[in-house]
């Protein structure tokens, strides 16, 4: 069967780690040019090796996330060379993700020329306090800068990445970002709260008492400020952490949310490949070994994990009301041959009125209860 993939792209290269990070990366610094090189063949032919194993037909949205992309600096040429060349390949949406201190001119350009559509930039805050807190580099000058060259090469269309509940933000702090990160007229904003994962540094420091973060109550504030003041300013708060102008969502992340194929390369990638017709996915998830994956650059050193029907149907209905309108009724209908609402209406009915985006994990709380009293057949 042919189909439509998503592609996400994994970069596992970092000039620097910040404290709450647990995402799978290496340092740059301590790698050749030729062992970049050796990855991105690697990713190539792993890819081109997915589009035939899964008959893939067409590659609409792409995502080269990380780590940090942009420290492969005027590298990344090879890879959009590369990725152009494939036949599948046919974006309508492009995304590359890239830190402030990374970024330069040649490199924009670069990505421009390349097909790339869309930037996304990980700000977080340009309170420099709470960005030297959790290690997180970038100056003022570099962040303005970073901004001021996306909004000359890339007009509107990128997104930034903004973080509440970091030590020593306040109101006042979230309000100083989010204005000033509007001058530069970004399409998207994500605005997340800092979630603690144990293993990070930062969690350490915080168990030594080394780092106090904000109260729960207060981060919950300071992101709901966030909110108010994004929603006043045109921005649609169409799902839980992102924000977007009209018409400038992330339709490569809406994939994700709306359970559809993506197929993902690279070291620590994940994808996800759904079978219609038996109403089950496959999921897998390349090792976290960066050499391991450039010499077998194929799915021998991925995990398979099979996704029987009742948890896709929980799967879809889970990614899906993170998004403000709920899951795609037609796809949801066409996939399990029935509707969300004799799925869960007491869940539907009780949550009519409120606001699900905002209180996700108490009404997927009581819609998982009530699909555990219903039969769905296994595939």
Not at 150 to 163: G, P, T
Not at 206 to 223: G, R, V
Request: glycine fraction near 4%.
């Amino acid at each position: 069967m042919d189909l439509n993939s998503s592609l996400y792209i994994h970069i596992p290269f970092c000039s620097s780690f910040c404290d709450y990070c647990d995402f799978y990366s290496v340092s740059v610094n301590n790698i050749s040019e030729e062992y970049i090189d050796a990855y991105l063949f690697a990713l190539i032919e792993d890819i081109k090796f997915q589009i035939n194993y899964f008959n893939i037909e067409n590659i609409p949205t792409v995502y080269i996330g990380g780590g940090t992309p942009s420290v492969l600096g005027k590298k990344i040429g090879i890879l959009l060379k590369k990725l152009n060349s494939i036949s599948q390949f046919s974006p309508f949406e492009f995304t590359i993700e890239a830190n402030p201190e990374s970024i330069t001119k040649e490199f924009l350009d670069i990505c421009k020329e390349g097909g790339v559509t869309r930037l996304s930039i990980g700000v977080q805050t340009l309170h420099n306090k709470s960005r030297m807190s959790v290690n997180r580099k970038g100056s003022d000058p570099i962040l303005h800068n970073c901004l001021s060259l996306l909004s000359n090469v890339f007009n509107s269309s990128f997104s930034v990445d903004l973080m509440a509940g970091l030590p020593f933000q306040t109101e006042e702090v979230i309000i100083n970002d989010i204005k000033r990160v509007l001058q530069y007229k970004p399409c998207h904003i994500s605005l997340y709260s800092l979630t603690l994962e144990k293993e990070t540094l930062l969690f350490k420091k915080i168990k030594n008492k080394k780092i106090i973060l904000p109260d729960i109550d207060t981060s919950d504030t300071i992101w709901m400020i966030g909110q108010e003041l994004l929603v006043k300013n045109e921005f649609e708060h169409y799902e839980i952490s992102n924000f977007a102008l009209d018409g400038k969502r992330s339709f490569h992340n809406m994939r994700y949310w709306q359970m559809q194929n993506w197929i993902g390369a690279g070291a620590a990638a994940s994808g996800t490949i759904i079978n219609e017709d038996e109403k089950c996915a496959k999921r897998y998830t390349y090792r976290n070994d960066i050499d391991l994956y450039i010499k077998n650059p194929n799915l021998n050193n991925a995990v398979f994990e099979e996704v029987d029907n009742k948890t896709l149907l929980k799967d879809t209905l889970l990614m899906g009301y993170r998004l403000k309108e709920g899951p795609d009724e037609e796809l949801f209908n066409k996939r399990f041959d029935l509707t969300i609402e004799k799925c869960i209406p007491q869940s539907l009915k009780k949550w009519k009125n409120k606001n699900k985006i905002l209180f996700l994990n108490k009404f997927l709380s009581d819609a998982f209860d009530e699909l555990d009293l219903i039969r769905v057949n296994s595939c």
